[in-house]
């Protein structure tokens, strides 16, 4: 942080959904993180939100790129430029596409045409995800619901997990009153299903098999 010109006093907007470490960061310097919210569908940093969290003390922005998709760094870098602003990029991951990620992909796609029962991670236009994490919403009535499937997936031999447990604004370092609907959705509705390379064509059958089987009974309950 300090090698963007980021010190002591100064504010940084970073997203409360899975910014957790950069505003460790961020701190680690003397500023103080502000937390923004994401947009529903990347779940990335949303430049509507930076707007309208910037104060006459902010210096910059620092975004995350999440589960392997981008956060939308050509819209975050024009409120920069109109706030006066700078951008810290986060780390843009590998530049050449390896075997693994395009075979990641590739299972992503399998998933995305199968799967019923739970929201599928949107892509947006022009962007390469590379699904480091294949995370899901499962719809409902807030968390219990999420939890739920996640006990009935794990009970089946699904190992999926909850990526983000708690946004940063909610935890016990970075508390803070602001109410960041989205964030606080995702955290009660998102869940990573197992989506490793090494998984065979019967695996990832199985992994769909249980979702679909569990996924509509879930959703009727919460109706």
Not at 43 to 60: G, I, K
Not at 87 to 95: A, E, K, L, R, T
Not at 151 to 177: I, N, Q, W
Request: charged residues 25%; hydrophobic residues 45%.
């Amino acid at each position: 942080m300090t090698g963007v010109g980021v010190g002591s006093g100064d504010e940084v907007v970073v997203p409360a959904f899975g910014g957790a470490e950069v505003a460790g960061a961020v701190r680690a310097v003397g500023a103080r993180p502000v937390f923004a919210d994401i947009d529903p569908l990347s779940f990335c940093l949303s430049p509507a939100a930076v707007e309208a969290a910037v104060t006459d003390r902010t210096v910059a922005i620092a975004p995350v790129h999440l589960f392997g998709h981008p956060a939308d760094m050509v819209c975050l870098r024009e409120v920069a430029q109109r706030r006066g602003l700078k951008v810290i990029d986060p780390d843009p991951g590998p530049s050449v596409v390896s075997v693994d990620a395009t075979r990641r992909r590739q299972f992503a796609e399998y998933l995305e045409r199968r799967l019923r029962g739970v929201v599928i991670p949107t892509v947006a236009m022009g962007v390469q995800h590379s699904f480091d994490e294949y995370v899901v919403r499962v719809p409902g009535n807030g968390r219990p619901d999420r939890d739920a499937f996640k006990s009935a997936l794990r009970a089946r031999g699904v190992a999926c997990y909850v990526p983000v447990k708690t946004p940063a604004h909610r935890t016990t370092e970075f508390r803070s009153d602001v109410w960041l609907p989205e964030s606080e959705r995702a955290a009660a509705e998102t869940l990573a299903l197992p989506l490793e390379t090494s998984m065979t064509k019967r695996e990832l059958h199985r992994l769909v098999s249980a979702c679909n089987g569990l996924g509509g009974l879930l959703l009727d309950a919460a109706c």
